[in-house]
């Protein structure tokens, strides 16, 4: 089970270097409140629900039409397929966290770029999913345009989601 999150990890950390790159060229945005409490979870559950059905299925279709435009136009649906490869061929299935409250493990912001930033873990076991995402806006909604998700052994003492080093906070 440990090789799985390794090689998920790994898979993982080239993500989050492709993913921050779409987030060079989001949309301009109007001054922006964070979203509540309550709009954040659900931003947080569908984003990563999706997620796990489009990794379990292996059709990253619907995930993508979720996605911001220009996360959108800068990765074809075929990329997510061969970005999340690790996911999908380890039938890592993320799916528990719809029971799971939403912790949050630095308040929500927005960035001087308009980005939301959203970190935080789901106390699912026997594994923590360790989750960033950013959002933007986008065809008049908070839409996603970086993703990095991570999975542990919950028995990991001390664990943080990675922070991107490319957003400005």
Known sequence: ?????????????????LLALAAAGPEPVRAAEVPSKRLIDIYVKSTLLAFNDANITGNYSVFWARLSKVFRDQYPVERFKEIFKAFHDQKI???????????????????????????????TRPSRVYFDLGYIRSDGDWRLIHINVNVKPAEAQGDVPPARQTRDR
């Not at 089970?1 to 898979?11: C, G, K, L, Y």
């Not at 493990?105 to 001087?112: E, F, K, L, W």
């Not at 939301?116 to 106390?123: P, R």
């Open 1 to 17: 089970m440990n090789a799985i999150f390794r090689h998920a990890r790994r898979a993982l950390a080239g993500l989050l270097v």
């Open 93 to 123: 299935d993320i799916g528990p966290i719809v029971v799971e409250d939403v912790v949050l493990t630095t308040p929500p912001s927005i960035g001087a770029d308009g980005v939301l930033a959203v970190i935080g873990v789901f106390e």
